[in-house]
């Protein structure tokens, strides 16, 4: 299942860099540690490590130029999510991407809306109305990739999927 996750990701990704990508990608995303006991054998544990992943897509993102990076970390972070079977629009990703400074820090929901207000100037098709900007907080939050509680958020840097196996 791993394996199958690389591959998808790495024939969808065009970059300069691609062994080095390929480095980031095997550093947060692998396979998660299992007890000797498993109640589930039949399921493959994926540990999923965001915040490093973030952090490394930053360099990556800027391999077309600086006018591109917002698009590019966008489009980066989108097939990674996809194949790791998330459903995610451009949009969220767009929000995933503006947060990956954040770190472990906590942010206002209005203030963090108020920055984005200013980017969606730039880039108008990652736009969302401020009902669906709550949504989509709300739609990350459910897949656990934000924490998000009482209009704060915060990044959630690592959690653990788990896929069936057939």
């Not at 709300?138 to 209009?151: A, D, N, P, V």
Request: glycine share 4%.
């Amino acid at each position: 299942m791993l394996d199958e996750v690389y591959e998808t990701i790495l024939e969808k990704v065009d970059l300069t860099a691609i062994d080095k990508f390929e480095t980031l990608i095997k550093k947060s995303i692998s396979t998660a540690i299992i007890p000797e006991y498993d109640p589930k054998p039949n399921i493959e544990t994926i540990s999923f490590k965001f915040g490093p992943l973030l952090e490394g897509l930053d360099a990556f993102s800027k391999n077309k130029g600086k006018d591109q990076a917002q698009v590019i970390g966008t489009e980066l972070l989108l097939i990674i999510l996809e194949a790791l079977q998330f459903e995610i629009d451009e949009s969220e990703c767009f929000l995933l991407f503006q947060l990956r400074k954040l770190g472990r820090f906590r942010k206002r929901e209005s203030d963090f809306q108020a920055e984005l207000k200013k980017l969606w100037k730039e880039y108008p098709q990652f736009e969302l109305s401020d009902g669906d900007f709550s949504r989509a907080l709300k739609s990350l939050m459910r897949e656990k990739i934000l924490l998000y509680r009482k209009g704060v958020i915060q990044i959630n840097a690592s959690f653990v999927i788990r896929f069936r196996i057939d």
